[in-house]
């Protein structure tokens, strides 16, 4: 989970039975907004692109880190387009309004997730689960319509459907809860 700029602060035991906290790593929220009514800041041109740091909370675009937690949430414009060099590694998406999502590919690299707490989203990127693969977790509908790849799996939580059009994954496929439907795979 995102932890809103907070550092992951894990315990771990050493051999001679002592424990010891270790930041093992930074985890940071980044909110794509596209919010038309404040209008982007400074020299930041109008667009749907990733690369645009006025799409940002933060004015500035999330690294390409296991770390990056992407938030999309209310946004009069509803799409974006990954315009960055294709493979973008990420670590989770959250999805608060429906979304169209286009562009270039996104890889995850160890456990990355999509939360989906809307009605709707669709994501036309291709995707690389490596490592773990991803977990799935929502109660609305989202399409899959561009190629899932990688030696990574996909777990699918919570009540909602998933399609995937092209996956080619080769982990494993879990299903928790709702539906998963294969279209062309």
Same mark, same amino acid.
Request: net charge positive; glycine share 12%.
């Given at each position: 989970?995102?932890?809103?700029?907070?550092?992951?602060?894990?315990?771990?035991?050493?051999?001679?039975?002592?424990?010891?906290?270790?930041?093992?790593?930074?985890?940071?929220?980044?909110?794509?907004?596209?919010?038309?009514?404040?209008?982007?800041?400074?020299?930041?041109?109008?667009?749907?692109?990733?690369?645009?740091?006025?799409?940002?909370?933060?004015?500035?675009?999330?690294?390409?880190?296991?770390?990056?937690?992407?938030?999309?949430?209310?946004?009069?414009?509803?799409?974006?387009?990954?315009?960055?060099?294709?493979?973008?590694?990420?670590?989770?998406?959250?999805?608060?309004?429906?979304?169209?999502?286009?562009?270039?590919?996104?890889?995850?690299?160890?456990?990355?997730?999509?939360?989906?707490?809307?009605?709707?989203?669709?994501?036309?990127?291709?995707?690389?689960?490596?490592?773990? +693969? /991803?977990?799935? @977790? =929502? %109660? $609305?509908?989202?399409? #899959? !319509?561009?190629?899932?790849?990688?030696?990574? +799996? /996909?777990?699918? @939580? =919570? %009540? $909602?459907?998933?399609? #995937? !059009?092209?996956?080619?994954?080769?982990?494993?496929?879990?299903?928790?809860? =709702?539906?998963?439907?294969?279209?062309?795979?």
């Amino acid at each position: 989970m995102c932890c809103n700029g907070f550092p992951f602060v894990y315990a771990t035991r050493l051999r001679a039975g002592v424990r010891r906290i270790a930041l093992l790593r930074m985890r940071f929220c980044h909110y794509f907004h596209l919010d038309r009514r404040r209008g982007p800041p400074g020299p930041f041109p109008q667009s749907i692109g990733w690369s645009n740091p006025g799409n940002w909370s933060s004015f500035a675009v999330p690294p390409q880190s296991e770390q990056s937690d992407v938030i999309f949430g209310p946004s009069p414009l509803p799409v974006v387009f990954q315009d960055i060099a294709s493979g973008y590694l990420i670590h989770s998406f959250t999805f608060n309004v429906d979304f169209n999502m286009q562009g270039g590919s996104f890889r995850w690299i160890n456990a990355g997730f999509i939360q989906q707490n809307s009605a709707y989203v669709a994501i036309s990127n291709d995707l690389a689960l490596n490592g773990s +693969g /991803f977990v799935y @977790n =929502g %109660p $609305g509908a989202t399409d #899959f !319509t561009g190629i899932l790849s990688g030696a990574g +799996g /996909f777990d699918k @939580n =919570g %009540p $909602g459907i998933v399609t #995937f !059009t092209d996956a080619r994954y080769t982990g494993d496929t879990r299903i928790s809860g =709702g539906q998963l439907k294969l279209t062309n795979a």
